[in-house]
């Protein structure tokens, strides 16, 4: 187990140390290469990162493709040289610590990868435990039995003929029963049915609980991030846009963006300008506001779908489309009022059909506002931190 910490780290793909790490990266690189992404259209991959991951801790990490989370973890890995700013691992840099003591075990999409051993094609480690012991070591025993894995496929070079959902089943429990250190999962489930992924996830929490092992799993699923950690990183152009448990990003976003990421569907954000106590949109005024929020400034406002409420004398919004959530005895449904599109969510037992039109109501205690140009939430002091 280890702390991990990042501080102002910085990386561009563009200048000369790139080049280095791509000679650097072969052997555990090398057919990743080929593939090169779409080039940037911003400067950085990460800009100025700063963060701090406690010994023994999960952290999810979030964001929308293209946004760096892959690039953070080869970085904490130490596969690849921030162009500034540090990696500590238990407060020493990165490059000081040899690969073979780092015990790093990573897991990617579609396969995993343990850096001081071997490649892509990692060679069983049961065939080194089985060379000097008779008997499968308790340890293995039961990370085979929690993540549902015969050991006979620990045992083998290349796991035969196993689906997408087993193989990735093996390499995680593969990588944790080498004991590593520090374990980071790059969309480890992203090919996964979803079934499957929702049950292999709690054996990975399962195991991460047990064995306390510092651990950064990079999703792009909230749902999974939820469920595999108390601190949720979220991620956007590079950045790190706010640190927190779910809950509290979710009912105190710092921002337009992690408002708009977070929730199924996320906040409905509306633009418009405020005036006189009043909010006016394009579509729609909203009178009588007890916030301060700077006489005709652009402002953003936000609402999440559960908090508009169906209400006599409301604005009238037409029904566009329906989507029902049963398991959740829930219902989304998509409204236009005049030109402007919203989510709202109900339950399921509210009868409404497609181009009916609903009165519907913005409760001022649940409205959100930020600031249009920066993004940053207007109003409330924003929580920020880790
Ligand atoms: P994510 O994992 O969140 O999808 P990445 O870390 O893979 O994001 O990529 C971050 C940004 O860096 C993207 O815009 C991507 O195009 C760029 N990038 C990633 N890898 C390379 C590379 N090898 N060469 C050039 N640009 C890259
Ligand atoms: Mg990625």
Request: include cysteine; charged fraction near 25%.
């Amino acid at each position: 187990m280890i702390t991990i910490q990042l501080n102002n780290v910085t990386k561009s793909y563009s200048g000369p140390d790139w080049e280095h790490d791509v000679q650097a990266g072969q052997g555990l690189f090398s057919h990743r290469q080929k593939a090169m992404p779409e080039p940037l259209d911003r400067d950085l991959a990460l800009d100025n990162v700063t963060l701090t991951i406690h010994r023994g801790e999960t952290v999810s990490v979030i964001g929308p493709s293209g946004c760096g989370k892959s690039t953070l973890l080869r970085i904490i890995a130490g596969l690849m040289q921030p162009t500034s700013g540090e990696v500590l691992y238990d407060g020493r840099p990165v490059s000081e610590v040899p690969v073979d003591k780092r015990g790093i075990g990573i897991v990617f999409q579609d396969c995993c990868l343990i850096p001081h051993l071997e490649s892509y094609d990692n060679i069983g480690f049961f065939d080194i435990v089985h060379r000097t012991q008779h008997k499968i070591p308790a340890r293995i025993e039961h990370i085979a039995e929690v993540m549902n894995v015969e050991i006979k496929y620990l045992l083998r070079r290349k796991p035969p003929q196993l689906s997408g959902g087993e193989r990735q089943r093996v390499a995680i429990a593969h990588c944790l029963a080498r004991d590593p250190k520090l374990f980071l999962f790059d969309e480890p489930l992203s090919n996964v049915d979803a079934k499957l992924r929702v049950s292999i996830r709690s054996n990975i929490k399962r195991l991460l609980d047990y064995y306390h092992i510092t651990s950064v799993y990079v999703t792009h699923d909230q749902m999974e991030a939820i469920a595999l950690s108390e601190r949720i990183i979220v991620m956007n152009a590079g950045r790190i846009e706010q640190t927190g448990p779910y809950h509290r990003l979710y009912d105190a976003p710092a921002n337009a963006f992690v408002a708009g990421f977070l929730g199924n569907p996320p906040m409905n954000l509306f633009e418009g300008y405020f005036r006189e106590q009043s909010w006016h949109g394009k579509s729609f005024t909203i009178e009588s506001l007890p916030h301060r929020l700077g006489e005709e400034k652009e402002i953003l406002l936000g609402i999440r779908p559960e908090h508009i409420q169906i209400e006599m004398g409301g604005f009238p919004a037409t029904v566009e489309g329906i989507d029902k959530h049963f398991s959740e005895r829930a219902q989304v449904l998509h409204l236009r009022l005049n030109e402007t599109f919203l989510a709202a969510r109900t339950g399921i037992d509210l009868s409404v059909h497609p181009g009916e039109t609903l009165p519907i109501r913005f409760p001022n205690e649940h409205l959100a506002f930020f600031d249009q140009t920066s993004g940053k939430r207007l109003g409330v002091r924003s929580i920020e931190g880790q």
